[in-house]
């Protein structure tokens, strides 16, 4: 088995990518898939936390590159899944510890063993970026709807070209639906036109990604929440299947006209 | 048509979210020639190439550049010229 290796990016910080990481990793899980997360955030580590896993945590993935332990001795495996696998990162050692060619021998050895092995990338476009993506043969890039994310995401897809990673495809996250529409809010497809990429997905900003993340519980798992409906969207969408995007994600013709003749906002 | 309509609706050409399009798709054009100085380069090419059938230039003298004005960018090329042809027939021909 050779499975696919994702890399969850974005340039600017604060987007999104851990939550994205998580949540689709644990709605792949839930689908039945084998996945594994790598948190390559060495020294600012979050994914454990995002996934409930903090206290379980013995090796990371810095003392898998330098052979302190195998693999296998450093994966933790899901409270609640018994497919989803976390390797963490270090918390207290150097960036520089690890190197691109390791990790990207890293993840070929992964994806023997797993369905998807996702990384989620660290903020800049420093060496943690480049480690980041060393492995992966698809990218997804996360923005907001903001000047200096959607600047990022864009300098982002040259740099993951120039490292020869086509297509990446886009998450536009925490959009508001109701400040697009009264003009205070870029939309999807003012985004969409300026980047000229593929869209993956659109997430709400919702308070339930708070209090799951409180929880440790990722919002996917969560059937009444938006947002982890637009991640179980997108993870089908990851699948390949045809699944069509939800009416806060698109904005029709037809519902602003009936807005603007009803007369509601 | 539907753009028209579109725009009568939503009457917010200068809402903030217009306003941020335009910021975003303006700061862009540097960014995206920034990463790549090979494609002003090529430009550069391919402009000596077209002009040269019309008339003789000074290639060292040639500077290509993307400048900023207040609401836009522009593409400003200086362009030293040393003789015209003849004849536009001439110049095709060559
Ligand atoms: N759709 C959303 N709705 C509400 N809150 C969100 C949403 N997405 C993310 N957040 C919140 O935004 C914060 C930043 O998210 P997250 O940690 O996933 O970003 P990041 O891109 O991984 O950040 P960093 O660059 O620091 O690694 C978190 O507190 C998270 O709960
Ligand atoms: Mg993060």
Redesign the interface.
């Known amino acids: 088995m050779a499975g696919r290796v994702l890399v969850v990016t974005s340039g600017k910080g604060g987007v999104g990518k851990t939550t994205t990481t998580a949540n689709i990793g644990a709605g792949l899980a839930l689908l039945g898939r084998k996945v594994c997360l790598i948190d390559a955030d060495i020294g600012l580590r979050n994914l454990d936390v995002v996934l409930g896993l903090e206290n379980r945590i013995v090796y990371d993935l810095t003392d898998v590159v330098e052979g302190n332990c195998r693999v296998r001795q450093a994966l933790i495996k899901d409270k609640r899944t018994d497919n989803l696998y976390l390797l963490p990162a270090a918390q207290t050692k150097e960036k520089e510890a690890v190197a691109p060619e390791q990790m990207k021998a890293l993840c070929d050895e992964l994806r023997e063993d797993f369905e998807y092995v996702i990384v989620d990338c660290p903020a800049g476009i420093e060496r943690g970026f480049k480690n980041a993506i060393a492995g992966a043969d698809e990218a997804i890039i996360v923005t907001t709807p ?2 200096a994310a ?2 990022d995401a ?2 982002i897809i ?1 740099l993951l070209e120039a490292s020869e990673l086509y297509e990446p495809r886009l998450i536009i996250n925490r959009i508001r639906p109701q400040m ?1 529409r ?6 999807i497809e ?1 985004i969409i036109e ?1 980047l000229a990429i593929k869209l993956l997905g659109v997430v709400p900003d919702d308070e339930t990604i708070i209090v799951s993340t409180n929880k440790g519980e990722p919002v996917v798992m969560d059937k009444r929440s938006r947002a982890g409906q637009a991640y179980n969207n997108i993870v089908r969408r990851i699948e390949g299947l045809d699944v069509p995007f939800m009416s806060l994600e698109e904005e029709g ?1 037809l519902t ?2 009936k807005r ?1 003749l009803l007369g509601h906002s | 048509m ?1 753009d028209f ?2 725009q009568f ?2 009457r ?1 050409s200068d ?4 306003i ?2 335009k ?3 303006l ?2 054009v540097h ?2 020639v920034n ?2 100085p090979s494609l002003l380069e090529a430009l550069k090419e391919d402009l000596l190439e077209v002009i040269s059938k019309y008339m003789e230039i000074e290639e060292e003298g040639l500077e290509v550049n993307l400048d900023r004005f207040e609401n836009s960018v522009a593409l400003v090329a200086n362009i030293p010229v040393r003789r015209l042809k003849r004849s536009l027939e001439q110049g095709r021909l060559s």
Do not use: H, P
């Open positions: 903001e000047v959607v600047r864009d300098r040259g697009v009264k003009g205070d809010m870029m939309g003012d300026i013709l602003r006209l603007a | 539907l309509l579109r609706w939503n917010d809402s903030s979210r217009q941020a399009k910021r975003l798709q700061v862009l960014d995206r990463v790549s």
